[in-house]
């Protein structure tokens, strides 16, 4: 059965603290989806980034980057010089399943950002 | 470009009642997926409708059912409402070549007294 485990429930930094969100997977799959949303307080889930099973190259794309490790099932996402824009609820997925039917989401993870 | 949008906003209602959440999906998309965000969790999949049919369905009683028109539009039914379907009801919408590209909605705040 897949799983994804956020351990940290609920991280606090200073505007412009780099700051790392650790995701953890499980999966008996060798092809599988990974993602990454954002949950902001209006509560609607915005799309960050997808990366398959066959793909581990890290991606940055302005101020956050992502590094995939199979080797170890994770999927870490990084903010560099976080801003108080990015507090949010930060969820992982996973998804087994070719046609996206089933995804799999992370108990998210509660990041305030401090003026 | 309209994206998803559901309605109502927020709705309460007394344990045993039955409710209807509706979803719009993204203009261009066919498929639409529902979920359920207990307060604190990560968001469950319930079930996916495309072509009008349900394609796939968590674990997630038969109290729970759905409906895709002919507009791809969609409804979720909760019969015997329990205290514990109190959640966040979200709904995302992809299209059927595009399946990880998925935009969700605003939700919908279900209150059950």
């Known amino acids: 059965a897949q799983k994804v485990t956020q351990a940290q429930t609920e991280i606090s930094v200073v505007e412009k603290e780099d700051v790392t969100l650790d995701c953890v997977y499980e999966t008996r799959d060798t092809t599988y989806y990974l993602f990454w949303y954002k949950q902001p307080p209006s509560g609607e889930l915005v799309f960050l980034i997808r990366?398959?099973?066959?793909?581990?190259q890290n991606e940055i794309s302005g101020r956050y980057s992502w590094n995939f490790q199979k080797s170890t099932s994770s999927f870490n996402f990084t903010i560099t010089a976080s801003q108080v824009v990015d507090s949010a609820v930060y969820f992982c997925?996973?998804?087994?399943?070719?046609?996206?039917?089933?995804?799999?989401f992370g108990p998210g993870t509660r990041l305030s950002v401090l003026p | 470009d309209a994206g998803v949008t559901q309605s109502p906003t927020h709705l309460i209602k007394t344990r045993g009642q039955q409710v209807t959440l509706r979803c719009s999906p993204k203009?261009?998309?066919?498929?639409v997926s529902w979920y359920q965000q207990a307060l604190g969790q990560g968001p469950q999949f319930i079930f996916q409708?495309?072509?009008?049919?349900?394609?796939q369905r968590g674990n997630f009683p038969d109290r729970f059912s759905g409906h895709q028109f002919p507009n791809y539009s969609s409804e979720l039914n909760v019969n015997a409402l329990l205290l514990g379907d109190s959640a966040l009801y979200l709904c995302?919408?992809?299209?059927?070549?595009?399946?990880?590209?998925?935009?969700f909605g605003p939700g919908t705040r279900l209150t059950v007294t």
């Open positions: 997925a996973l998804s087994e399943d070719n046609y996206g039917q089933n995804f799999v």
């Open positions: 409708y495309y072509e009008e049919e349900e394609r």
């Open positions: 203009s261009g998309h066919d498929t």
């Open positions: 990366r398959n099973s066959f793909d581990e």
């Open positions: 995302a919408s992809s299209l059927k070549g595009v399946p990880y590209e998925q935009y």
